[in-house]
């Protein structure tokens, strides 16, 4: 697919997606094809990318919440409770995503039906 054809499907800027396929590419995610037939292609299957390590790539500083340091007594300051609780949270998030992998999207398209303007059918994902 190209950049102008993922764009368009998913109702997204064209410019931004042209940020996030570099860092993709540079990733090793995907390869980019110059030319008439150009366009991007997963640079290994589908079923070996895992989601969370996708975001955990594109959000290294995953640190909802500043840290907290033991106050000088010894004792937990009191933002320590609602930083461990966003902590597992995020901790939970990520898991989920890692339960998944591209695949998984491509598969199932329903999965993606509501981010896009068009059925799922009309999607051409290659998995190869």
């Given at each position: 697919?190209t950049?102008?054809?993922?764009?368009?499907?998913?109702r997204?800027?064209?410019?931004?997606?042209?940020?996030?396929?570099?860092h993709?590419?540079?990733?090793?995610?995907i390869v980019?094809?110059?030319?008439q037939?150009?366009?991007?292609?997963?640079?290994?299957?589908a079923?070996?990318?895992?989601?969370?390590?996708?975001?955990?790539?594109a959000?290294?500083?995953?640190d909802?919440l500043?840290?907290?340091?033991?106050?000088?007594?010894?004792?937990?300051?009191?933002?320590?409770?609602?930083?461990?609780?966003?902590?597992?949270?995020?901790d939970?998030?990520?898991?989920v995503?890692d339960?998944h992998?591209?695949?998984d999207?491509?598969?199932?398209?329903q999965?993606?039906?509501?981010?896009?303007?068009?059925?799922?059918?009309?999607?051409?994902?290659?998995?190869r």
């Amino acid at each position: 697919m190209t950049i102008a054809e993922i764009a368009g499907t998913f109702r997204i800027s064209a410019n931004h997606l042209m940020k996030v396929v570099q860092h993709l590419a540079a990733e090793g995610d995907i390869v980019t094809m110059r030319g008439q037939h150009g366009g991007l292609r997963l640079a290994r299957p589908a079923d070996t990318i895992r989601l969370g390590e996708v975001v955990r790539r594109a959000e290294p500083d995953m640190d909802l919440l500043p840290a907290f340091d033991q106050t000088s007594d010894g004792a937990m300051p009191s933002g320590y409770l609602i930083a461990s609780i966003v902590e597992r949270a995020r901790d939970a998030f990520l898991a989920v995503l890692d339960g998944h992998t591209v695949a998984d999207l491509v598969t199932h398209p329903q999965m993606l039906a509501p981010f896009l303007e068009r059925a799922p059918e009309h999607v051409g994902f290659d998995t190869r």
